[in-house]
């Protein structure tokens, strides 16, 4: 009787196995939206190098030591005028901040580069003259706008500008010259001239090398051996 009165429940066989593949459909979904992301993520950062590259590749070869130098300067100016508020020497201050091992790589580095390679010829001592002289050009933006606001289109001349001759230069532009001028006389004072050759003198030498080395013989034995000199050329020496 008891198995007469027993219900037989139907079994559904698909529901265990439905429910594992759905999880992994949805994991593949879910990875596959994270590829996607990423894919779209890198494109935008490759698209942003690209244009990145395309403005460094538009610039100077030496921008970026040009920004470098640059970024330095403004950085001494505004040091030095904190310094000045302050009351303080920069250039001690900044001795101050450099360590020793900087001071002497420094040096080193100095005692390398040979910066008066002396004289070669009269074009290289003009090319060393033109690159001093650029060096300590310090442009006055505040002229150079007001010289263009005043010229107009004429800044930039063409061959029919008319403006040759106009330029009056300023009393400080002036003084600079003079004060630079004065600076290379003062300069060209200490050089060595070559001395002239005499020819009444002496000849007491086989070459110019040996010439040398008996002036400095002379310079500093030459109070101490002028009596036995005198006997050789007399012919009286013991």
């Known amino acids: 009787m008891a198995s007469e009165t027993e219900v037989s429940v139907p079994v559904n066989e698909d529901e265990p196995t439905e429910s594992p593949r759905a999880q992994k459909r949805e994991e593949r979904l879910r990875k596959f939206r994270e590829l996607h992301f990423k894919r779209n993520e890198a494109r935008k950062l490759n ?10 590749l538009k610039l100077p070869a030496n921008w970026e030591a040009k920004k470098a130098r640059l970024e330095y300067e403004l950085m001494v100016d505004q040091k030095k005028k904190e310094c000045a508020e302050q009351g303080e020497d920069y250039d001690r201050v900044k001795l ?7 001071a002497e790589r420094w040096e080193r580095k100095k005692r390398k580069k040979n910066p008066d390679p002396g004289f070669s010829g009269y074009a290289e001592a003009q090319l060393r003259q033109y690159q001093r002289l650029t060096k300590q050009i310090k442009p006055d933006m505040e002229s150079y706008e007001r010289q263009r606001e005043e010229c107009g289109e004429d800044f930039h001349p063409t061959s029919n500008s008319l403006i040759h001759g106009t330029h009056v230069p300023t009393k400080e532009g002036i003084d600079r010259m003079v004060e630079d001028v004065e600076k290379q006389i003062e300069k060209r004072s200490k050089y060595s001239r070559r001395r002239a050759y005499n020819d009444d003198s002496d000849i007491d030498y086989i070459n110019e090398r040996n010439a040398k080395f008996n002036k ?18 007399r012919g009286t020496a013991v």
């Not at 698209?47 to 460094?56: A, L, M, T, Y």
């Open 47 to 56: 698209h942003q190098e690209v244009v990145e590259e395309d403005k460094r």
């Open 216 to 233: 400095k013989a002379e310079r500093f034995y030459g109070k101490y051996t002028a009596e036995i000199k005198q006997n050789l050329e």
């Open 96 to 102: 101050l901040e450099i360590s020793a091992e900087d």
